[in-house]
């Protein structure tokens, strides 16, 4: 069968899916335009796409020989899941495998806002370190015994729950649906409203899916009810932020800083009003980058899209609706 590489992936993945298949990568370092797309897609029997790939309705049905599509990613936002499933197309995804690696930068970010790490690696580059610092200098904010809120409790939400346990944090969280009490117990995690959450945090960290509903969620009516000294963590999806509200937000004080990982549009625009600001933490959607987890993560996409492509159930399924 045919196989359309929507980037280039690790050597061993590729070439695992030759053994077997027609494999087409688009080489280069940025995303295929979306005219690229269908004019390559019509041909193929299977597609191994990224997040930044916008597979909608028009791309699916340019698809006409699609039988499975593999995304490199736990998200599957970017991706027409109603419109592939009427197709009876299977889609895969690449959970668990990214948790830690997720988990891990999450903490990284919120240990940069409590202590300034970035803040004090550019004071010394831009040249202004330069008096020994005395005691009410440069200061941060304790991160033990502070009030972490997670919004989104499923794997991700939980391996950073489990970490802040570690730094002494009290934790509350909002989902969907409250996680059942034996696991609330271990993670010594408190289920409360999203009012709530926003308005008890020190800080608060989003680990939910972007979706219609959680599309623009966090935005000024929710910033409003943070403290003032409060800090906004996003390693989730850019999109569940209004990003021109929390830019005001952060300009007016209303909130104390902020940490992000994802963006509404990536790469962020150098003219985006979050640029400018002091008090928030850019990483260029890292949250999974660490050679031990992008390897993962190439092994599982392969492998779910080969096992999909010969009639067998992938790793792990997207189900609609
Ligand atoms: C994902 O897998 O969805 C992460 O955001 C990395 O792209």
């Known amino acids: 069968m045919r196989i359309l590489l929507t980037r280039p992936l690790h050597e061993f993945a590729v070439r695992e899916m030759r053994k077997r298949h027609l494999v087409e990568v688009h080489a280069g370092r940025s ?20 997040p930044y790939d916008r597979i909608d309705k028009e791309v699916i049905e340019a698809g006409a020989n699609l039988k499975a599509i593999s995304t490199y ?14 197709r009876g197309i ?14 891990d930068h999450t903490m990284a970010l919120m240990l940069d806002l409590f202590r300034r790490v970035s803040d004090g690696d550019k004071m010394i580059r831009r040249g202004r370190w330069t008096t ?24 991700i939400g939980m391996a950073v729950a489990k970490r802040a346990r ?11 649906k409250r996680v ?4 609330e117990r271990r993670l010594d995690a408190r289920y409360v ?13 989003i680990h939910a899916p972007h979706s219609a509903g959680t599309n623009d969620m966090v935005g000024m009516s929710l910033l409003k009810k943070m403290k003032k000294a409060s800090f906004l963590v996003n390693t989730a999806r850019g999109r569940i932020i209004n990003e021109n509200d929390l830019a005001s937000a952060l300009k007016s ?61 992938p790793i792990y399924q997207v189900r609609a609706g």
Not at 73 to 86: F, L, M, N, P, T
Not at 92 to 103: F, H, K, R, W
Not at 137 to 153: A, E, P, R, S, V
Not at 197 to 205: A, G, N
């Open 166 to 176: 570690g730094f002494e944090m009290r934790i509350i969280y909002h989902n969907r």
């Open 193 to 205: 409203s999203l009012d709530e959450l926003f308005r008890k945090s020190d800080v608060v960290s």
């Open 180 to 183: 059942p009490s034996t696991l």
């Open 90 to 103: 299977v889609i895969s995804y690449t959970p668990e495998v990214l948790t830690d690696a997720t988990a």
């Open 31 to 50: 995303p295929m335009s979306k005219k690229l797309l269908i004019s390559r897609i019509a041909d193929k029997e299977g597609l191994l796409c990224y």
């Open 132 to 155: 020994i610092l005395g005691p009410y200098d440069f200061l941060g904010t304790d991160l033990h015994g502070k009030t972490l809120g997670i919004f989104g409790m499923g794997r």
């Open 253 to 313: 004080g209303t909130i104390a800083g902020a940490a992000l990982d994802v963006f509404r549009e990536e790469p962020l625009s150098i003219h985006s009003p979050l640029i400018k600001l002091e008090n928030v933490i850019l990483t260029p959607h890292i949250g999974s980058a660490t050679s031990e987890t992008r390897r993962e993560m190439a092994e599982i996409a392969v492998k779910n899209l080969l096992l999909s492509l010969s009639g067998k159930k």
């Open 73 to 86: 990613s736990v998200g599957y936002d970017h991706i027409d899941i109603k419109a592939a499933s009427r």
